[in-house]
T-cell receptor
Framework: AQSVTQLGSHVSVSEGALVLLRCNYSSSVPPYLFWYVQYPNQGLQLLLKYTSAATLVKGINGFEAEFKKSETSFHLTKPSAHMSDAAEYFCAVSDDGTSYGKLTFGQGTILTVHP | SQTIHQWPATLVQPVGSPLSLECTVEGTSNPNLYWYRQAAGRGLQLLFYSVGIGQISSEVPQNLSASRPQDRQFILSSKKLLLSDSGFYLC?????????????FGDGTRLSIL
């Protein structure tokens, strides 16, 4: 069974600073990994996905994530935080390769950006 | 392009009343469909998923049920709501082409039980 651990339920950065949100996964098969962002009272929006092509994945809004198999990690980064990045971020891993497409989500990390 | 609609956006219901939340997807056929609940300060809990009309799988035993009467319609129901049913309910869809496909979410329904 897959699992996802997001280290740090809250991360606070200054505007213009580096954003680093941590995600570690556990999977018995080569994983597919996703990062989502959720703004208050909205659904989840896909930021980026890793599907075994390039290990460095670029997403929307200047975010990127690097898949590191040896560390079982898929950390999300952005070089320079913007006030509009304040939101909750979820890391997710796919299921065991059935056609059901189920995802296992981490508990989420709330990103606060200070001016 | 594909879109997903959920309604209502907010709902306030008394304990013991029935519930019906609807979700429809446009622009795609034969999607996988999902219902999640997000309680305050917690992650996403998968409640139900469906891979076809009339095919419903329940992830967590509870006071809720789901139905898929049409290919792109997914309904979440309850006969008698409990206080613990409060939360943010999200519907999502994915293409039925394997585990490398992301899920796409609706805007959610905020359910408050009084």
């Amino acid at each position: 069974a897959q699992s996802v651990t997001q280290l740090g339920s809250h991360v606070s950065v200054s505007e213009g600073a580096l954003v680093l949100l941590r995600c570690n996964y556990s999977s018995s098969v080569p994983p597919y990994l996703f990062w989502y962002v959720q703004y208050p009272n909205q659904g989840l929006q896909l930021l980026l996905k890793y599907t075994s092509a390039a290990t460095l994945v670029k997403g929307i809004n200047g975010f990127e994530a690097e898949f590191k198999k040896s560390e079982t990690s898929f950390h999300l980064t952005k070089p320079s935080a913007h006030m509009s990045d304040a939101a909750e971020y979820f890391c997710a891993v796919s299921d065991d390769g059935t056609s059901y497409g189920k995802l296992t989500f981490g508990q989420g990390t709330i990103l606060t950006v200070h001016p | 392009s594909q879109t997903i609609h959920q309604w209502p956006a907010t709902l306030v219901q008394p304990v013991g009343s029935p519930l019906s939340l609807e979700c429809t997807v446009e622009g795609t056929s034969n999607p996988n469909l999902y219902w999640y609940r997000q309680a305050a300060g917690r992650g996403l809990q998968l409640l139900f998923y469906s891979v076809g009309i009339g095919q419903i799988s329940s992830e967590v035993p509870q006071n809720l049920s789901a139905s898929r009467p049409q290919d792109r319609q997914f309904i979440l129901s309850s006969k008698k709501l409990l206080l613990s049913d409060s939360g943010f309910y999200l519907c999502a869809w994915s293409t039925r082409t394997g585990a490398n496909q992301p899920q796409h979410f609706g805007d959610g329904t905020r359910l408050s039980i009084l």
